[in-house]
């Protein structure tokens, strides 16, 4: 699924997320969704959320 529409996220997905400091080598992070951060419907990056632990990306891939 597109990473992003913000309608496609929910809190408690799985996704794969790039962090700020692995968008040079687009090494991807997974995890489960605990906050949404982006406010607009959509971003050509992808929605950036929270992860449990803190952990703050752009999601690129929701796992179904």
Known sequence: ???KLRSNIKIG????V???EDQRT???TEGT????LTNSS???HGIKVMLEF???????????
């Open 54 to 64: 803190g952990i703050v990306g752009r999601v690129q891939k929701i796992i179904e």
């Open 42 to 44: 959509s971003h050509p």
């Open 33 to 36: 969704v605990t906050k949404i």
């Open 18 to 20: 790039v962090k700020k």
């Open 26 to 28: 687009n090494k991807l």
């Open 1 to 3: 699924m597109n990473g």
């Open 13 to 16: 997905s799985r996704v794969l």
